[in-house]
């Protein structure tokens, strides 16, 4: 290897890792959690309080479901930093919230992360262009937004962190599976009704060992190089049903669900073997690995020995 070429090499090396770092600060205290305790002391209870002004009475109600959010799980999530009044109006300040306030029109991901540099890296204008072809876009129009897989009050990028692999599996299917076998979330898109995804998916063997450890995405999304995150979810017609495109040497998985762990490799500057010790690998992808090696050093073993017997033939003459 050229000496130049080297070093470009060992750079990228240590630029790699950068990549995958979340800019937010998830250490230091959520800037506006004073401003916030006053929503989660409603929004945070099944039961709230209030001054009924007309009787002069406390109250207390129950709190619809739908509308009560966990602090600390706000907190973890890409957002934690905001005000809840950042994205909806100042007026919610005031209690009982005025009916008008239900028509306001919410911000899209687009509003804020368009065009920004900061978030380039995230691609969203690609995003946005993969999911208006999917068929939840296509189907759907304006109903299905971001915000349907994208929970306002807990979204985290996981593949920007250092999660593991079925940490990641878990998460994100719980996106889609939230709708999927959820009548209730699946009636605010649609008036058909859907199969369970376990009926749905009984050619898999062992449904529920596939999907703890395959995302959704693996089969229902096209491969793609440039983003993370493929958004182009297809027609069930093009999901992925062969076994080997998975249980192969040359599995998918490595251009998707492992390219994450792939990189955390790279910054360690070990080898992929880190996947293969800490994580549960995909049957077929690993199978040869320690044979592999085993015949390396053999070969080596060899090579070594004619090297040897060479040096005394040279020697004795
Ligand atoms: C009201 C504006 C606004 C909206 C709407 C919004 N974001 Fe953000 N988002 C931000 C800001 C500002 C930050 C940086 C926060 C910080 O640094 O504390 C951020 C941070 C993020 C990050 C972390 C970036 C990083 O590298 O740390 C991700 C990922 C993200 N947003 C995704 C989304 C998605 C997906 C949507 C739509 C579902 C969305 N955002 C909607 C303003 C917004
Ligand atoms: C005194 C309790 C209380 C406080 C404080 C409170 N809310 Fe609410 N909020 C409710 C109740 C109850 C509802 C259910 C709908 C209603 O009664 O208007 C609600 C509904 C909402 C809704 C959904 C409206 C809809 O129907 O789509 C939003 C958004 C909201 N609150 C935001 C906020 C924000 C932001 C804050 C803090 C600035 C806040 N709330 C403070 C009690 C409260
Ligand atoms: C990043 C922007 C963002 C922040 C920050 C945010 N919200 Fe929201 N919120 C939304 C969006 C977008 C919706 C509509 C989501 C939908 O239609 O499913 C929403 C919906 C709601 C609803 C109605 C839920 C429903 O199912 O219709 C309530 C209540 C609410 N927010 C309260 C809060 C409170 C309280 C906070 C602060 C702790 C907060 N929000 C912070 C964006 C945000
Ligand atoms: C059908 C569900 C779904 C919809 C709709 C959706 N997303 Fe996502 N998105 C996901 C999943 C799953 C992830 C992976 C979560 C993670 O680890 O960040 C993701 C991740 C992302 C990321 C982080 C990618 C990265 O490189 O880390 C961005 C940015 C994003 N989505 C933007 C958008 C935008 C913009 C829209 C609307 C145009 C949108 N998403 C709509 C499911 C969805
Ligand atoms: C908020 C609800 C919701 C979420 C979240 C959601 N979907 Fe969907 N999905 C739908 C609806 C509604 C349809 C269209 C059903 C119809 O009208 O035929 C659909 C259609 C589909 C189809 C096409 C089925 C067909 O008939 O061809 C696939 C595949 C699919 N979704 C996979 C996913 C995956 C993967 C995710 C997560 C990344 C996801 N969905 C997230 C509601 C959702
Ligand atoms: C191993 C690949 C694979 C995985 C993982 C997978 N699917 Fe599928 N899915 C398929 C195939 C193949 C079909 C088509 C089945 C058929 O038509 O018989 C399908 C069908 C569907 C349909 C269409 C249902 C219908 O008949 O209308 C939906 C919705 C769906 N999957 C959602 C999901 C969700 C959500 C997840 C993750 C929780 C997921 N899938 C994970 C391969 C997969
Ligand atoms: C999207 C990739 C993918 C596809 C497609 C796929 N698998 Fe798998 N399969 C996996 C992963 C990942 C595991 C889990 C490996 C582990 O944890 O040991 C697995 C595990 C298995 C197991 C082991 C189950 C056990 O009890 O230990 C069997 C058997 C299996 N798959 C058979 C199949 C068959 C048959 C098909 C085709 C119908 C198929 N798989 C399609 C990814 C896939």
């Known amino acids: 290897m050229k000496i130049r070429t080297f070093i470009t090499f060992v750079c990228l090396l240590f630029l790699m890792p950068v990549w995958a770092q979340l800019n937010v600060d998830m250490e230091s205290e959520p800037a506006k959690a004073a401003d916030n305790q006053h929503c989660f002391n409603c929004h945070a209870n099944q039961i709230y309080s209030f001054e009924n002004e007309v009787s002069g009475m406390t109250e207390r109600k129950a709190m619809n479901p739908n509308f009560i959010f966990q602090p600390d799980v706000f907190y ?16 919610y300040e005031n209690f009982p919230h005025q009916a008008e306030l239900r028509l306001e029109p919410m911000y899209s991901c687009i509003d804020c992360h368009g065009g920004d540099e900061a978030f380039a890296s995230y691609h969203f204008e690609a995003i946005e262009e993969e999911f208006g072809k999917s068929v939840h876009a296509s189907r759907h129009s304006e109903n299905f937004n971001c915000w349907m897989c994208h929970d306002p009050h807990s979204y985290k990028a996981m593949t920007r962190s250092n999660f593991k692999i079925s940490e990641i599996v878990t998460y994100h299917n719980q996106m889609c599976s939230n709708c999927h076998d959820n009548p209730v979330n699946f009636q605010r898109i649609s008036d058909s009704t859907k199969k369970p995804l376990e009926q749905i998916h009984e050619f898999l063997p062992n449904f529920k060992l596939h ?9 229902h999304t096209p491969a793609e190089d440039t983003l993370w995150v493929s958004h182009n979810v297809l027609e069930k017609e093009f999901a992925v049903k062969k076994c080997t495109e998975c249980h192969s040497a040359n599995t998918m998985l490595m251009s998707s669900l492992y390219k994450y762990q ?25 199978r040869n690995i320690y044979l592999n090696i085993i015949s390396l050093v053999l070969f080596g073993l060899t090579v070594a020995g004619i090297l040897i017997h060479i040096f005394f033939r040279i020697k004795k003459h």
């Open 211 to 219: 999907f703890s450890a395959v995302r959704c995405i693996e089969c």
């Open 76 to 91: 973890q999530g890409v957002h934690r930093h905001f005000a809840c009044t950042d994205c909806h109006s100042p007026d």
């Open 262 to 286: 792939n990189l955390e490799a790279r910054k360690n500057r070990g080898t992929l073997n880190a996947v293969f010790l800490n994580e549960s690998y995909v049957i077929g992808a690993n």
